[in-house]
């Protein structure tokens, strides 16, 4: 088995070059409205998690889990599409629009300066990066310019506090590479104990020259300022070798498929060479010493991770909302793949290196029909919704077709089962659906993004779906609370940047969601 090696290439401080970086208090916009019962992750705050069902993301320490929009799109001090992200804090009533905080570029102790196209909050991942017991939020600005390069990207660490997310030790971040124009570093990120190596969480990024990781100083003294302790680039195995398939990477995700403590990494995209536009999928063991690169797996370029099975190992979830029009597994209105794990991590349904366990809108008990362009499986978020002990799988087709209505969008809901994943008890809803806000409008989107969230700590996951086209590219985020039946749409409600406080108008809140 040939290894991902990690080619240590910088150490020291790594930081933005092109500014300054204040570290001053950051300043909070709050806002009034209603609380969420539905829930966060039960051990959010421990450093160094691995578990899938452990999402990172406690930022004040509180044991409830918070949640991190963002909306790239936002005009922020007459910059369009400079972005900003929102943050609402889980307590024992869920999340709300009161406890609540819009951050940008333009927020005191950020890095950098909103411009227009920054795209700030274009991709999120949360994690405890420097191993405080406080989870921190990682930002990507893929469109940032330095200099005369344009679409260099960046991304900003706002680090985690007794008081949330605060700004007064927020870190820039570049690419290893040093900026490259057109790079869009901070694309992607995965945050996870992938080795030993730290005390805290390891951040994987990814642009278009591929993936990074960086590792973190531990946690910093009273008034220091948290830095990047080492990166390296994520170099693959030799081109030759039996389990390697070239991909075009565009995501990632984590989990502790084999159950050795330590998270794995899955870097997915669409082949490329001889057989292009097939979602493909890499492997890597998290190990004490060593990311290794195990094997490709078909399916991609979605993914999330969660156990299905409830067997004590995570699970890996592909979506291919688009493939090519071939007329073989690959269809035209999405599908997606279950890899379950165990100790050699996750296998197809004959063992590792075999397909996975496929689902389309086709397959028997799931709602809907597999139509061209439905994007079934664009997004993907897996987490128990019912509280037993099996995680559900909740699948966006943000391009369905509601009648005559194009690209409003669905959300699936399938079980998890002893077996594995499951059709019956299966749920969706639209916008036309009984007690959803709202009504089924061109282009909406409905399901681009879609998260399962525990923020009120009953153990049971609910929904937050996306749709980012809402009001002309206003964009929406719609709430689904869970019961002992699991999701329900029964007082679901919606909310919009400017619910927090924040600019509305084209903002594209909800573009992405932290998983």
């Known amino acids: 088995m040939r290894t991902y090696r990690l080619t240590r290439t910088r150490t020291g401080t790594h930081r933005l070059t092109h500014r300054a970086l204040a570290l001053t208090a950051a300043t909070f916009l709050l806002t009034a409205g209603a609380g969420l019962v539905t829930a966060p992750a039960a051990h959010a705050g421990v450093p160094g998690s691995t578990r899938a069902d452990?999402?990172?993301?406690?930022?004040?320490?509180?044991?409830?889990?918070?949640?991190?929009?963002?909306?790239?799109g936002a005009t922020v001090g007459g910059a369009r599409g400079?972005?900003?992200?929102?943050?609402?804090?889980?307590?024992?009533?869920?999340?709300?629009?009161?406890?609540?905080?819009?951050?940008?570029?333009?927020?005191?102790?950020?890095?950098?300066?909103?411009?227009?196209?920054?795209?700030f909050g274009q991709a999120l991942a949360t994690g405890d990066l420097d191993g405080d017991g406080y989870d921190d939020a990682i930002v990507g600005v893929p469109g940032e310019d330095i200099g005369t390069l344009a679409d260099t990207g960046g991304a900003v660490i706002l680090w985690g506090s007794p008081k949330g997310l605060v700004g007064t030790r927020t870190q820039g971040l570049d690419s290893l590479l040093g900026p490259t124009a057109g790079a869009r570093f901070g694309s992607a990120f995965a945050a996870a104990r992938?080795?030993?190596?730290?005390?805290?969480?390891?951040?994987?990024?990814?642009?278009?020259?591929?993936?990074?990781?960086?590792?973190?100083?531990?946690?910093?003294?009273?008034?220091?300022?948290?830095?990047?302790?080492r990166g390296s680039a994520l170099n693959g195995p030799a081109r030759t070798a039996d389990e390697w398939r070239e991909i075009s990477e565009r995501?990632?995700?984590?989990?502790?498929?084999?159950?050795?403590?330590?998270?794995?990494?899955?870097?997915?995209?669409?082949?490329?060479?001889?057989?292009?536009?097939?979602?493909?999928?890499?492997?890597?063991?998290?190990?004490?010493?060593?990311?290794?690169?195990?094997?490709?797996?078909?399916?991609?370029?979605?993914?999330?991770?969660?156990?299905?099975?409830?067997?004590?190992?995570?699970?890996?979830?592909?979506?291919?909302?688009?493939?090519?029009?071939?007329g073989g597994e690959s269809m035209t209105g999405g599908m997606v793949g279950v890899y379950l794990g165990g100790p050699s991590?996750?296998?197809?349904?004959?063992?590792?290196?075999?397909?996975?366990?496929?689902?389309?809108?086709?397959?028997?008990?799931?709602?809907?029909?597999?139509?061209?362009?439905?994007?079934?499986?664009?997004?993907?978020?897996?987490?128990?919704?019912?509280?037993?002990?099996?995680?559900?799988?909740?699948?966006?087709?943000?391009?369905?077709?509601?009648g005559t209505v194009a690209d409003a969008g669905m959300v699936t809901v399938l079980r998890g089962a002893r077996g594995g994943l499951t059709s019956a008890g299966a749920?969706?809803?639209?916008?036309?659906?009984p007690s959803v806000p709202g009504a089924v409008e061109r282009a909406d989107r409905f399901g681009a993004q879609v998260r399962l969230a525990d923020p009120n700590r009953d153990g049971r996951f609910g929904l937050l779906a996306a749709a980012p086209g809402e009001n002309t590219a206003d964009g929406h985020v719609w709430v689904f609370s869970a019961g002992t039946g699991g999701l329900t749409a029964s007082g679901s409600w919606t909310y919009s940047a400017g619910s927090l406080g924040g600019p509305a108008v084209d903002a594209r809140f909800g573009a992405a969601i932290d998983e």
Not at 54 to 72: E, K, S, T
Not at 361 to 380: K, M, T
Request: glycine residues 18%; proline residues 7%; contains cysteine.
């Open 427 to 433: 749920l969706s809803w639209t916008q036309d659906s």
């Open 251 to 326: 995501s990632l995700t984590t989990g502790d498929y084999d159950g050795n403590g330590f998270a794995d990494l899955v870097i997915s995209g669409v082949s490329t060479g001889t057989e292009p536009g097939h979602g493909w999928s890499w492997y890597l063991s998290g190990r004490a010493d060593e990311l290794r690169f195990e094997r490709a797996l078909r399916g991609g370029p979605v993914a999330a991770s969660g156990d299905v099975d409830g067997d004590g190992y995570d699970d890996l979830v592909t979506g291919e909302p688009h493939g090519p029009d071939d």
């Open 82 to 119: 400079a972005g900003l992200v929102t943050v609402q804090y889980g307590s024992s009533r869920g999340i709300g629009t009161t406890r609540a905080a819009v951050v940008s570029q333009n927020t005191a102790g950020v890095p950098g300066t909103a411009e227009a196209g920054d795209a």
């Open 194 to 229: 992938f080795t030993a190596e730290s005390p805290g969480d390891q951040l994987i990024t990814l642009d278009r020259n591929g993936a990074e990781r960086h590792l973190f100083a531990a946690a910093p003294q009273p008034g220091a300022t948290a830095r990047p302790d």
């Open 54 to 72: 452990d999402r990172n993301c406690d930022f004040d320490g509180d044991g409830y889990d918070d949640v991190l929009v963002g909306a790239p």
């Open 345 to 402: 991590g996750p296998a197809g349904v004959e063992g590792p290196g075999t397909p996975p366990r496929w689902w389309t809108q086709d397959s028997p008990g799931v709602p809907g029909a597999s139509e061209r362009g439905d994007g079934w499986g664009a997004d993907l978020s897996v987490a128990d919704t019912n509280g037993d002990g099996r995680a559900d799988v909740a699948i966006g087709a943000p391009e369905e077709d509601i």
